[in-house]
């Protein structure tokens, strides 16, 4: 064999050995970003059922709910005697998310306890995000969407 054979020889086996270590390459970039998408489809609470009176929420339960239908500060909500007072700030610009205007929930619970969570959807989580108070029996919450669509929610019997 030539030198100039033996050359050709080398730089057909560089040429194979870079394509194959590009296409391992490539496969395992794809092997990471389906694990990166199903480990973050993981992390978000899935809807399981949505009918006419509850809601179950992976991981959380059954729910009651209902669709926030106004923005207007002081606004009240009872539901299954958790009371959801809504708070609003317009002073406040918010540019994590999607929150216009700025806004919360004071919840009120039978026995005096009362929690404030705020109503505003942060572009770095799960596309449906929920909020859930500490306190438990019943538990209630906030189920919200990136349009600005939010269900309040109360711990189903």
Known sequence: MTSSQSRNVWLILFIAMTIIFSLISA???????NL???????KQ?????FNDDTIY???????VYVRE???TAGNVVTLRNVTFTLW???????TMGLCMPYRGYVITFQDGASEDLTACHIISMSPIETRFTKHLNPQAGLLIFP????????SAP
């Open 69 to 71: 239908t106004t923005i």
């Open 57 to 63: 929420v992976k991981g959380a339960g059954s729910f």
């Open 45 to 49: 609470p899935s809807l399981v059922c």
């Open 88 to 94: 609003v700030n317009s002073s406040i610009t918010y």
């Open 27 to 33: 496969f395992e970039l794809i092997e990471i970003n």
């Open 147 to 154: 349009d600005g669509t939010v269900y309040l929610l109360v």
């Open 36 to 42: 990166r998408t199903e480990l973050d489809r993981l």
